[in-house]
């Protein structure tokens, strides 16, 4: 059987990506039970299932969905009985028939290379507006596809874990956190590997993702470049406040 070759931050970013899913025993075995019911599973049903608190069920389904591996929805399955009263629960179902493992995590260097470049032919300034422009809209078509449309607004720090979560899924290996009265995101990877450091203005994707996702899924923030590891720093940080 012929393999495809891996660059090296192809390989970190696949790694990244499915660590960042499926590296707890836990979740593993969570996103076998809902294949185990395609009809869709709750927060309380998979708590039951594994002895979890609720919260800690509902964040291990949340993370599977932020990565793609699930799909969520308030609808109630075919086999809910009763009209019931309130909002309906949320039910998380397996995107693929079958247990399936996508570590097919890419960026093709031609059309990044290409990106750079053509980028840095305009105005600097305009550049980057364009950048964070094409960023913002692909993180709200990225949050739009696991939150689901009947979900209120998530709380602040909610969001912004939700993000971190899934800009891991594409190979950043993010995280939030709060430093005094600062929200920030570490990434301590970039997917776009040596063009990102050949041309920075790139580094405004990653930031208008956060905050196209974070007006998905909070509403309107202000996220500021705080370091790049295109210029030198040990990793990415985008300063968050609401």
């Not at 996103?31 to 002895?51: I, K």
């Not at 507006?129 to 692909?138: H, M, N, P, Q, S």
């Not at 899934?166 to 600062?182: K, M, P, R, T």
Request: charged share 20%.
């Amino acid at each position: 059987m012929a393999h495809e070759t891996l660059s090296p931050t192809e390989f970190s970013s696949a790694v990244t990506a499915i660590t960042s899913a499926f590296g707890d025993p836990t979740r593993r075995q969570i996103y076998l039970f809902t294949h185990e019911n395609p009809e869709g599973v709750t927060a309380g049903e998979v708590a039951e299932r594994f002895s979890l608190h609720p919260n800690v069920a509902r964040h291990h389904l949340d993370k599977l969905a932020a990565s793609g591996h699930l799909s969520v929805s308030t609808a109630k399955p075919p086999s809910a009985s009763g009209t019931g009263a309130g909002r309906p629960s949320k039910f998380y179902r397996p995107v693929e028939e079958a247990v399936a493992l996508d570590v097919a995590i890419r960026h093709d260097d031609l059309l990044v290379t290409l990106l750079g470049r053509a980028l840095a032919l305009l105005d600097p300034n305009d550049a980057e507006a364009l950048a964070l422009e094409v960023g913002e809209d692909y993180g709200r078509a990225m949050a739009a596809s696991f939150q689901d449309a009947n979900e209120s607004q998530r709380s602040f720090r909610s969001a912004l874990h939700a993000v971190a979560d899934a800009l891991s899924a594409h190979g950043f290996d993010a995280h939030a956190e709060e430093v005094g009265n600062e929200l920030r995101i570490i990434t301590e990877h970039c997917p776009f590997g040596d063009t990102a450091s050949r041309h920075p203005v790139i580094c405004a994707v990653d930031r208008g993702m956060v905050r196209g996702m974070l007006g998905e899924l909070y509403g309107e923030t202000v996220t500021i470049t705080e370091a790049t590891r295109a210029t030198g720093s040990p990793n990415c940080i985008t300063t968050v406040s609401g």
